[in-house]
């Protein structure tokens, strides 16, 4: 089936088709909940509870083309995941805007792409796993949702300058855990 008439048959209840959806975007979707929640079984539920919503909410989706469903159901789930953290209070952006312009202003070093480019996706996904729930999640939203800051902001309730800097952090902690386990494998 194409994505118009999967939503289509999903808006009717049709469970062939909310099967067909499910084994379409399961595994892309569930890649999703894994860059926002720390634990496995967390992300697990996550893709559960979002499909849940999925099901739920496709009177709403409207058919733009080609990967319009895929994207829709994306940003289900990414909702969802950040609901999920809310609720859990899990993001703290309890910071102040002098703090942070402070820290922000010290240099850090950056790894080398090539350097990034060696770790293995598993190794890297681990890294990204150990950032604090805040710094994750605006790193995610930024670069890989292609967010703005200023959208960020809006979607997490936080000023702009908060989600800079949260940015900013997490790609400083990105790039001491990379520069850190490049020499290690060197070493060895």
């Excluded at 409207?62 to 789930?77: E, F, I, M």
């Excluded at 950032?131 to 936080?158: C, Q, W």
């Amino acid at each position: 089936m194409e994505e118009q008439e999967i939503a289509n048959k999903c808006r009717r209840k049709d469970r062939e088709a909310q099967q067909e959806l499910y084994e379409k975007f399961g595994e892309y979707l569930f890649r999703i909940c894994l860059r926002y929640m720390k634990q496995r079984s967390d992300a697990e539920d996550m893709l559960q509870e979002s499909f849940l919503k999925i099901f739920d909410v496709i009177g709403k989706f409207k058919w733009l083309g080609k990967g319009s469903l895929r994207s829709w159901v994306a940003r289900v789930t990414i909702n969802e995941c950040l609901q999920k953290l809310r609720k859990k209070k899990l993001l703290d952006f309890s910071e102040s805007v002098e703090n942070s312009k402070n820290t922000c202003d010290k240099p850090y070093e950056s790894p080398e792409k090539e350097n990034v480019n060696c770790i293995p996706p598993a190794v890297l996904q681990e890294m990204l796993l150990s950032l604090p729930d805040g710094y994750r999640t605006v790193f995610n939203l930024y670069v890989f949702e292609k967010k703005s800051h200023r959208e960020i902001a809006g979607m997490l309730g936080i000023n702009e300058k908060s989600s800079s800097s949260q940015f900013y952090r997490a790609r400083k902690q990105l790039a001491k855990k990379i520069i850190n386990y490049r020499k290690k494998q060197e070493s060895v």
